[in-house]
């Protein structure tokens, strides 16, 4: 019985430390990913400073590189957290193994006084001839024989539990060195943090006489994203029902026959790839090689005045110039928008979800394109402030999702 717990106990550490390596790595990649991010939205900030825009854009990005800071401590806490989970394991581990090897070398030791009492030839002759009869020389011969060789047995358990504590030792060792490191690294990353949050208040402060401008620029800027969203919200209705009107007349209805036009009833071969697309939520890659978030998705505060509301339909990243979009999963170009004459945008149908890429300058696909998982759509265009920045947005059928819970580690 007490065999099968160990064993059980074991299985379950060995489970639960594979587990811990897996987050450790996944966080290991997040933080690599993270500190791009902030690489990509540093070197945005030092042009726009260089280029003297407003002030606005620079709190703008000033605002996110704090953001991208705080996740960036709070990944690192995550690691350290599951460092000193490893660690107390390993020290619980040792504690097991030491207290085995004391009881294993107090028995070991009785053992040798026994066999030294015991040892001469004489004695153990004496042992097999002083038997009654041939059985029980027999199994006299057969104990010692035993004896021997669980001594033999006992001394190479010694031997391999003190080498598993040495081990066991040296990683623990290494563990304290890389969580100490860490500790360090967040230590200098909550430093930097304060400083950029008080050089972010000082540059608020010196803009606030700007007040009536600033509040001009959000509204109209809002309204042209109402105007946007509500004409991609038609042209998706026009997908749906355009979808609908195929489907009911391959299955023998009238092409002319109502139809919805805010959901759409999925063929077998939508259906697949609807499934397809929802199973790998979380997992999809980013519409762009690389950059960072710079307006997240619903409604949020100004960076300046909080009483300013601004809405998100999606969310924004900031590339660098001449960066491209890429197709987030496979599906269908339904349409190509012309939202003004230097502004275009791409739908592509996954199923019943569709996704949107904005402010593109070209377009490298046309409608009814069947398109692949990172293929390329168009390349992003540079605003008048000289910023790179593309706007994608995903809906099931005619209702909008946060981006973020559908891409990897956003």
């Known amino acids: ?17 594979w587990s811990q390596e897996t987050q450790q790595e996944k966080l290991e990649q997040r933080k690599a990913q993270i500190q791009q991010e902030i690489r990509d939205n540093e070197k945005q900030l030092q042009t726009v400073k260089r280029k003297e825009k407003t002030a606005v854009n620079v709190i703008v990005l000033q605002s996110n590189k704090i953001k991208l800071k705080e996740k960036l401590i709070h990944t690192t806490e995550k690691q350290t957290k599951l460092l000193g989970n490893d660690m107390y394991i390993n020290q619980v581990k040792i504690n097991k193994l030491k207290k085995e090897l004391e009881i294993l070398k107090e028995d070991y030791a009785k053992m040798i006084v026994k ?11 004496m042992f097999l001839l002083s038997s009654e009869n041939f059985l029980q020389a027999y199994k006299r011969a057969q104990y010692m024989k035993q004896y021997t060789s669980y001594r033999k047995m006992q001394g190479e358990e010694i031997k391999s539990k003190s080498s598993e504590l040495v081990t066991y030792n040296s990683k623990l060792d290494v563990q304290k ?9 967040n230590e200098k990353e909550r430093l930097t943090l304060e400083k950029e949050k ?4 000082k540059l608020v402060n010196s803009i606030k006489k700007d007040k009536n ?22 042209l998706i209705r026009e997908a749906i029902a355009e979808a609908n009107r195929k489907a009911a007349a391959a299955n023998g209805g009238s092409a ?13 071969e939508a259906k697949i790839l609807a499934d397809n697309f929802r199973a790998n939520k979380g997992k999809l890659p980013w519409p762009v090689e690389k950059g960072f978030v710079s307006l997240a998705y619903g409604d949020q505060t100004h960076p300046v005045y909080k009483t300013l509301v601004i809405h998100n339909s999606g969310v924004e990243i900031t590339t660098e110039a001449g960066a491209n979009a890429r197709s987030v999963f496979a599906g269908e170009v339904t349409s190509i928008i012309v939202l003004s004459p230097v502004n275009k945008a791409v739908m592509i149908q996954h199923g019943d979800c569709f996704t949107v890429y ?3 300058s070209s377009v490298s696909v046309s409608k009814g394109d069947k398109v692949h998982i990172k293929q390329n759509l168009g390349r992003i265009r540079t605003n008048s402030e000289g ?7 995903i809906s099931q059928n005619t209702t909008y999702n946060n981006p973020a819970s559908w891409l990897f580690n956003m």
């Open 358 to 360: 904005q402010n593109l």
């Open 213 to 234: 401008k600033i509040i001009a620029d959000n509204k109209k800027k809002q309204q042209e994203a109402r105007v946007i969203d509500k004409q991609i919200d038609r």
């Open 1 to 17: 019985m007490p065999k099968c717990i160990l064993t059980l106990l074991f299985i379950f550490f060995s489970s639960f430390l």
């Open 115 to 125: 066999s030294y009492k015991s040892r001469s030839e004489q004695s153990r002759a």
């Open 256 to 268: 002319t026959d109502a139809v919805s036009s805010s959901r759409i009833v999925l063929t077998a």
């Open 387 to 393: 910023k790179t920045i593309l706007k994608f947005t």
């Open 177 to 185: 060195t890389a969580k100490q490191k860490l500790i360090v690294e």
């Open 198 to 201: 008080q050089e972010q208040q």
